[in-house]
Nanobody, 124 residues
Framework: QLQASGGGLVQPGGSLRLSCDAA????????IGWFRQAPGKEREGVSC?????GGAVNTNSRFTISSDNAKDTVYLQLNSLKPEDTAVYYC??????????????????????WGRGTQVTVSS
């Protein structure tokens, strides 16, 4: 069960921290990914993180993914937000049963479960 939260209305240059409650994240070697979809655009990968070693990928230098494994919660810190960051942000869960040294992925097809998104609106 996935639940994203923390979205809202923020002015350009502002910050938000999104949360993804991801029950079961720390079992096995699972991954969590963050994606976003703006109106009229395709869904795009933003960040991902692995539960076993915390290895992470961030596709945007203004965004940082992190996790609190004790809480099965993954965060996405959004800094220096721009109007073009306006989108619905989703977290997704990839079930990984074995240890794999490869980085986690930011392609939607790599994820098995999706939560409801949280709206981020950047506007003055």
């Amino acid at each position: 069960q996935l639940q994203a939260s923390g979205g809202g209305l923020v002015q350009p240059g502002g910050s938000l921290r999104l949360s993804c409650d991801a029950a079961g994240f720390t079992r096995n070697y699972n991954h969590i990914g963050w994606f976003r979809q703006a109106p009229g655009k395709e869904r795009e990968g933003v960040s991902c993180i692995k539960s076993d070693d915390g290895g992470a990928v961030n596709t945007n230098s203004r965004f940082t993914i992190s996790s609190d494994n004790a809480k099965d919660t993954v965060y996405l810190q959004l800094n220096s937000l721009k109007p073009e960051d306006t989108a619905v942000y989703y977290c997704a869960f990839a079930y990984v049963a074995y240890l794999d040294p490869s980085p986690c992925g930011t392609e939607a097809y790599q994820y098995d479960y999706w939560g409801r998104g949280t709206q981020v609106t950047v506007s003055s």
